[in-house]
């Protein structure tokens, strides 16, 4: 129960953490900035944790501290998963939207496809590849950069290790 405990208020401090500084300012490469931030708390938090079992403050084995960490950093992998659909423009949350405005009356399979070509879900995307350095423009030209290089040869990896195909996302 403590590591469930200890690993909840942890993860919880850092979403508050996060809420202020998103009402402040939305950091311009909000990826980079939500890792930096729950990285922080979770060193924090730990060296808290430690610093109060050193103290005699708080009783708990080395291996509850070692859970409580693990929790926090899965919770925490799981709202970065998240965070990335809630940020980016979806095409699903977009055919919702969409969907939903036209009310009981609906819209026909033709209108719908009409309207999301006024959509424009690849542009915002690029940008925020380029912002997060995904990918570099040289020359006018577009290429993959040492992150996207990397995320890309992880994926492609994890792909093949599911015998899926190479294209496609």
């Known amino acids: ?18 809420l202020i500084v998103w009402h402040i300012r939305i950091p311009r ?5 939500l890792l930096l931030c729950f990285l922080t708390v979770g060193a924090a938090g730990a060296a808290a944790i430690f ?3 050193s ?10 501290l070692i859970l409580t960490m693990l929790f926090y950093s899965s919770a925490s992998a799981i709202y970065f998963l998240l965070f990335s659909a ?10 919702m939207a969409i969907i939903g405005r036209c009310g009981p009356a609906g819209i026909s399979r033709d209108r719908l496809i009409e309207a999301l070509n006024e959509h424009a879900f690849i ?15 040289i020359d006018g030209r577009l290429h993959a950069g040492p992150r996207g290089r ?14 899926e195909p ?4």
């Open 1 to 18: 129960m403590t590591v469930l405990l200890g690993g909840g208020a942890l993860w919880i401090l850092a979403y508050v953490v996060h």
């Open 29 to 33: 490469r909000q990826a980079a900035s």
């Open 51 to 53: 610093s109060l079992v």
């Open 55 to 64: 103290a005699g403050l708080l009783v708990s084995s080395p291996l509850r």
């Open 86 to 95: 809630i940020e980016a423009d979806s095409p699903t949350l977009t055919m």
């Open 123 to 137: 542009r915002p995307r690029l940008d925020q590849m380029l912002r997060d350095q995904m990918l570099i423009e």
């Open 150 to 163: 990397l995320l890309a040869s992880v994926i492609l990896s994890y792909r093949r290790l599911l015998g």
């Open 166 to 169: 190479q294209a496609g996302g």
